[in-house]
């Protein structure tokens, strides 16, 4: 795609990992119960969306303390879907395996998107 002008948070690194794993959680949930349609599917759904929107939200921000606000409610999200995850294995709708992979895909974008909230938080005065 060649588009005349890109958006800041179309060149961060943890959103573009964060559309990833939106791709991924949507795909692992088709498989869910039916009856959690509504439940545990539109949560795990809805927490891992939220972290792709609160970074591309955050990079719009014009001061660095909004910034960081924004990436931590990503950041919280992200483990917010960690916990769903281990629900959805608790409850056997995912195999461990899937787990796993998942549980490693969202430490890696934790730790991104830790390391961009701090590098806002140490730019303010």
């Not at 948070?9 to 794993?21: A, D, H, N």
């Not at 119960?33 to 927490?47: A, D, V």
């Amino acid at each position: 795609m060649n588009y005349d002008y890109i958006f800041a948070f179309e060149k961060l690194t943890s959103w573009k990992e964060s559309r990833l794993l939106v791709k991924n959680v949507y795909n692992i949930t088709e498989s869910f119960p039916k009856h959690e349609l509504f439940g545990l599917t539109s949560q795990m759904r809805r927490s891992a969306s939220s972290v792709s929107s609160n970074l591309s939200e955050g990079s719009g921000r014009s001061s660095p303390k909004d910034q960081a606000h924004f990436y931590q409610m990503a950041y919280s999200s992200n483990l917010e879907l960690l916990n769903h995850f281990y629900t959805a294995l608790d409850l056997s709708y995912t195999e461990k395996e899937t787990f796993e992979n998942l549980r490693n895909q969202i430490c890696s974008l934790s730790f991104k998107i830790n390391a961009l909230r701090k590098s806002c938080l140490s730019s303010t005065p």
